[in-house]
């Protein structure tokens, strides 16, 4: 908890310098005196204030800047805090920076400590400090919906209501236990805690059923390019990304790594992965662990395309391509390439080869012919899997959490059918209240918090 004799910490907040603008925040009981110290006043809280930018030691002027001060607790932090927009040159922070650690009482904040200090004053919770860090890194805009989302309390909010909910029902199964010598009573106040847990664990089940695109939605959607050698996964992922990712050469088994690139298909996240060629003739070791890296990207995508040349599509075994495993429930397109290679009598036999597959797609990734095709259905195919609303749940963390109070639920019925000592009916209704206040982090969540802040810049 907040206390007055806590560091006072600052740091650069915005992005890399040079930039037109650079943000220092301050934040911590002295921040008041930092004010005073380097612009000589404390402006008005939550206005704007121009001021010049002194370095007390020398009192040289550094910059002039705009000066904010948000005194405590309804500042971000919970904590008085400063900020000084400077402008954004390395020199100017550099200056600013030293001169800050220069007083008493003061030090560089650590990565995330900022919303460190607003999870521990009660500004956020645990789910929000999450959602923070997922805006932060989000790519696109479902990403981003998703996590805003959660940060203004889609996910506590519930969580609020929920633990509101299992009080009560405990403090029904509570009362009962007072009314012991009243064979009745009990029993009727079990039953109405349980109309109140039942329909609480369905609703749970519900949000639990889409933990999984919440998750997915913060990974992207993961595309696996596998195929022979030279079929040319690394031109059309090349194709795709429109820049130079890949190795793109005309000797065979040049990618032996698996290379990742991120895109935006219609605001879905969307990772595309080129991998080794597959062929069984492979010696080389360094070509085999190539190829067992291709697998396993494979074998752990959402969808799986098995690209071809066209020209050696004779020789296509489409067995092979379907031997390859895949993850339950992924997708896998047969991509035929280089179609620029086939004549127009060619190309009849070459679709007619295929007949009997839906997912096919005819590209040539040189041209660029169809592949607007394929990357659209490839979109369609991620706004399918997550869909426009966000999910509730968004990491394994809270999934877990959440888990545990349905398990406690559930436990609770069971026990009321069996018509068990309320005791034990109560006590599985605490587990549950528990379990809610690990998913928020209001009970013991120590152990897991630096997992949590450690993924924060500095500044944050
Ligand atoms: P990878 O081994 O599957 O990654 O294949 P590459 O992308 O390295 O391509 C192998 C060779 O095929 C290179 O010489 C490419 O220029 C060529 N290639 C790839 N796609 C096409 C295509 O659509 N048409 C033609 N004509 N050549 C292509």
Redesign the pocket.
Known sequence: MASVNRDTIYALSSGRPPAAIAVVRISGPRSRVALEGLIGRVPEPRKAALARVRDRATGELIDEALALWFPGPHSETGEDTAELQLHGGRAVIAAVLAALGRLDGFRLAEPGEFTRRAFENGRLDLTQVEALADLVFAETQAQRRQAFQQLRGLLSDRAEAWRRQIIEAQALVEAGIDFSDEPDVPKNLVTRAMEIVRPLTAEITQVLAGAERGERLREGLWVAIT????????????RIARREA??????????RDVIEVHLDLDGYPVNLL?TA?ICESAEDPVEREGMRRAREAASRADLVLW?V?AGAANALNESRAADEPIAPGAARWIVV?????ISEEGAPKLQAKFADRKDVYY?????GAGVDDLVASTARLAERIFTTDSALVTRQRQQTALAEVREALAGAMSLAKEVAGEELIAEQLRRAAIGLGRLTGRVDVEEILDVIFRDFCVGK
Do not use: F, Q
């Open positions: 195929g022979p050698p030279n079929a040319g996964k690394s031109t059309l992922l090349n890949a190795i793109v050469s005309p000797y065979a088994g040049t990618t080129d060629g690209l040349d390439n280089k179609v620029d290679l590209v040539s990734a040189a041209t």
